[in-house]
Nanobody
Framework: QVQLVESGGGLVQAGGSLRLSCAASLLSSFYMYTVAWFRQAPGKEREFVAAVRWSGGSTNYADSVKGRFIISRDNAKNTVYLQMDSLKSEDTAVYYC??????????????????WGQGTQVTVSS
């Protein structure tokens, strides 16, 4: 069974940076999986943040994080990263990574991903 484990969350001041990691286990062909980050703030729906495609590694971002967040992957380590800079209070949420094999469209749709991590809390103080 595929397991995704997020790490790197924490408390940071506005304008600061954090790097989240999503480590995938039991994925012998990690390069075949599109991996995304979603987030959910209290009282709000889960929303798409960023995705890195399985083929070619192209990336997609929500408008709210463009220019501030960068998603990347290291297939040799079965890990995807989310570098978050210029953090704002509205970035406060639980961040989840999600993965699905050969996903090639509609990256922002949560229901397109079969595998999810348990989440990591990011809190940005103003």
């Amino acid at each position: 069974q595929v397991q995704l484990v997020e790490s790197g969350g924490g408390l940071v001041q506005a304008g600061g940076s954090l790097r989240l990691s999503c480590a995938a286990s039991l994925l012998s062909s990690f390069y075949m999986y599109t991996v995304a980050w979603f987030r959910q703030a209290p009282g709000k729906e889960r929303e798409f943040v960023a995705a890195v495609r399985w083929s070619g590694g192209s990336t997609n971002y929500a408008d709210s994080v463009k220019g501030r967040f960068i998603i990347s992957r290291d297939n040799a380590k079965n890990t995807v990263y989310l570098q978050m800079d210029s953090l704002k209070s509205e970035d406060t949420a639980v961040y989840y990574c999600a993965a699905d094999r050969f996903l090639s469209s509609n990256y922002e749709r949560a229901r397109g991903y079969n595998y999810w991590g348990q989440g990591t809390q990011v809190t940005v103080s103003s």
